[in-house]
C-alpha cells in the first residue's frame, strides 16, 4: 500500500491562482522530494528538502519539510498552463532499505 | 551534462516474450534504481544497483531482473511477459545511495 498519503488526488484550477498540495505519512522521513512529470516522461525534480522546519524556493514553487518530519506540502503560486501535469512526492523510506517511494500524485489542469 | 537516457522509448512484445531494457545514467552517477509506474499502482520501485551490485529490491516476482556494468549502465530484463507488464519503466541515477536521484524519460512497454 501507498506509505506517502498525498492530497488533492487532483486540481482543476484557473490560470493566475495558487496550488497547494501536501503529502503526509505515518513513517518520518529524512528528505522530502518533490517531482513533477508531463505525460510521456519521467518525473523531474523540483525542490529537494533535506531538514525539518526547511522552507525552499524554486520560482513560483516553494515546498516546506514539516517539523513532525511525516509531512510535506508543496505550493505554486500564479499558476500558469505549463504547470499542468502530475506531481509526486517521495522520499526515501529507513524501514525499507531507504528506497525511494511515492504519493499517488496530484493531476494539476489549468483553465487558461 | 547529459541526462538519464533509456532506450528503446516504446516496445511492443506478446504475452511470453522477453525484454531487455537499457539505461545509460548521469555521467558519473554510480547508483541506478528502476521503477514500474502503471495507472492503477502508481511508481513502484523494482531494484537498485550501486557499483555493479545489487543494494535493493522491490516486491517483484523473478521474472524481473537486472544488472549494472562498470560503467555504471544498467539494463532490466522481463522474462516470459504478462499483459499487466504493460507499463511505463523509468530508470533515476544518483551520485550515490542515499543522493537525489534524477529520472530518464522512461520505456512505454506494451504487452499483447
Known amino acids: 500500500g501507498q506509505q506517502l498519503n498525498q492530497s488533492p488526488q487532483s486540481m482543476f484550477i484557473q490560470e493566475g491562482e495558487d496550488v497547494s498540495m501536501n503529502c503526509t505519512s505515518s513513517?518520518?522521513?529524512?528528505?522530502w522530494l518533490w517531482y513533477k512529470q508531463d505525460p510521456g516522461e519521467g518525473p523531474v525534480l523540483l525542490i529537494a528538502?533535506?531538514?525539518?522546519?526547511e522552507l525552499t524556493s524554486n520560482g513560483r514553487l516553494t515546498a516546506q519539510f514539516g517539523i513532525t518530519r511525516k509531512d510535506s506540502f508543496l505550493n505554486i503560486s500564479a499558476s500558469i498552463p505549463s504547470d499542468v501535469g502530475i506531481y509526486f512526492c517521495?522520499?526515501?523510506?529507513?524501514?525499507?532499505?531507504?528506497?525511494?517511494?511515492f504519493g499517488a500524485g496530484t493531476i494539476l489542469r489549468v483553465k487558461s | 551534462k547529459a541526462g538519464v537516457t533509456q532506450t528503446p522509448r516504446y516496445l511492443i512484445k506478446t504475452r511470453g516474450q522477453q525484454v531487455t531494457l537499457s539505461c545509460s545514467p548521469i555521467?558519473?552517477?554510480?547508483?541506478v534504481s528502476w521503477y514500474q509506474q502503471t495507472p492503477g499502482q502508481g511508481l513502484q520501485f523494482l531494484f537498485e544497483?550501486?557499483?555493479?551490485?545489487?543494494?535493493n529490491k522491490g516486491n517483484f516476482p523473478g521474472r524481473f531482473s537486472g544488472r549494472q556494468f562498470s560503467n555504471s549502465r544498467s539494463e532490466m530484463n522481463v522474462s516470459t511477459l504478462e499483459l499487466g507488464d504493460s507499463a511505463l519503466y523509468l530508470c533515476?541515477?544518483?551520485?550515490?545511495?542515499?543522493?537525489?536521484?534524477?529520472f530518464g524519460p522512461g520505456t512505454r512497454l506494451l504487452v499483447l
Open positions: 533515476a541515477s544518483s551520485w550515490g545511495q542515499k543522493e537525489t536521484q534524477y
Open positions: 528538502l533535506y531538514k525539518a522546519g
Open positions: 555521467s558519473g552517477h554510480r547508483s
Open positions: 513513517s518520518i522521513f529524512n528528505t
Open positions: 544497483y550501486f557499483s555493479e551490485t545489487q543494494r
Open positions: 517521495a522520499g526515501p523510506l529507513m524501514e525499507y532499505g531507504n528506497k525511494l517511494v
